[in-house]
């Protein structure tokens, strides 16, 4: 499978060329891919450079730097950021939790270190100048966070990814054209509306986005840029009411549970929620961006069903959206930048002696029940 994987993100996700100079991030566990990529770019003409990522060299900075080393922003990183043709990133966790106890000062150091390689990286993303790729690596952890095997997660990951179809780079071309129709669709639309009830005794969910047609580019994302894929998106120009999100929202290795955010003027004005309240609040709080919605978007991967405690994944499921606090993507029309970008998601599927939710455009229904009603849908 892994040499699969390799084929389909150097030759579909990058479409690395001759002479490319390609960035392949990983933790070392990650190897058994990185060793697949590296062989696959380099038949591809390309010129390929391993960064090494570790996790562990992480944790060491946040628990013996002070607080200038952990907002330390790397030179290296600076140009390679500039020079660099592709990024192909590995998620590799050995512990997903290894941060659930450092200060969250701390984290939002680390935060502050990274928002000038994010805002350059999405900058040159949109320019056209840096084609990227992430996907996951599975892990024992990542497993144990799915509850299932390693082998159980492996097939989960790579079915995610259609890899175990004939041919994954014709299948994902299949899911580009099927959302197309959803891009297309929304498009053309000003104003969107999402509505989920109440449950879990919590007030559902009522919150209007300004995707003004003129501002906001929806943008098609069928395993170019994430891999495995399964969503469109936009960059929202405004937004009000209120979310109440079904499942926790994971960052930085913690769990928040039982998420609602207010938005007023296209800002959280309010945060609560019954789990690592003070996190969610210090998170939103780390800079000037962090309170904006830099994205809002719709899951449409069918094929993934269940909450997994991994963003990847979780925010594709079919039958979801998902909005994101803080940087959002230059090319979706959004200019918002933070060293934040936290993705936190609403079911909007039938459940537990529930109704399902809504969503309108333009005062049109045209996804209920978690199902779209498009002509020429099909889940």
């Not at 013996?64 to 907002?71: H, V």
């Not at 003070?278 to 000037?288: G, R, T």
């Amino acid at each position: 499978m892994l040499d699969r994987l390799a084929d389909v993100l150097v030759a579909y996700s990058t479409e690395v060329r001759r002479g490319d100079l390609v960035a392949i991030v990983a933790d070392p566990i990650a190897m058994p891919a990185v060793r697949a990529i590296y062989r696959r770019v380099l038949a591809a003409g390309g010129n390929p450079v391993l960064v090494a990522k570790s996790d562990e060299l992480r944790d060491i900075l946040l628990e013996d730097g002070d607080l200038d080393q952990i907002a330390f922003a790397s030179p290296l990183d600076a140009h390679r950021v500039e020079t660099m043709d592709v990024q192909i990133g590995l998620w590799a966790e050995r512990n997903t939790r290894s941060t659930s106890r450092v200060d969250p000062k701390r984290l939002t150091a680390l935060q502050k270190a990274r928002k000038p390689f994010l805002t350059r990286f999405l900058a040159r993303a949109a320019e056209g100048g840096l084609r990227w790729v992430g996907t996951q690596y599975p892990t024992e952890a990542s497993a144990q966070d799915a509850e299932r095997s390693l082998a159980q997660y492996e097939r989960f990951v790579y079915e995610a990814g259609l890899l175990h179809l004939p041919d994954p780079v014709g299948a994902w071309r299949k899911v580009r054209d099927r959302q197309e129709r959803v891009r297309d669709h929304l498009q053309k639309r000003r104003e969107l509306r999402f509505r989920a009830p109440a449950r879990d005794g919590h007030d559902g969910t009522d919150l209007i986005v300004n995707v003004d047609p003129a501002k906001s580019v929806w943008i098609n994302c069928c395993g170019k840029e994430n891999f495995p894929d399964g969503e469109v998106f936009t960059g929202p120009q405004g937004v009000d009411g209120h979310v109440n999100y079904s499942f926790p929202a994971v960052y930085g290795g913690r769990e928040v549970e039982g998420v609602r955010l207010q938005f007023r003027a296209g800002r959280v004005v309010d945060a609560t929620a019954r789990k690592n309240e003070a996190y969610l609040v210090e998170m939103l709080d780390q800079d000037a961006g962090a309170r904006s919605l830099g994205e809002i978007a719709i899951g449409t991967n069918y094929g993934i069903t269940e909450f997994t405690k991994n963003t990847l994944f979780d925010e594709k499921i079919g039958g979801t959206f998902h909005a994101a606090c803080g940087a959002g993507y230059p090319e979706s029309g959004s200019s918002n930048e933070s060293g934040l970008h936290w993705d936190m998601v609403c079911d909007l599927r039938p459940g537990k002696g529930v109704g399902g939710g809504a969503i309108e455009a333009d005062g049109e229904v045209f996804h209920r029940d978690g199902r779209f009603l498009i002509e020429g849908w099909k889940d």
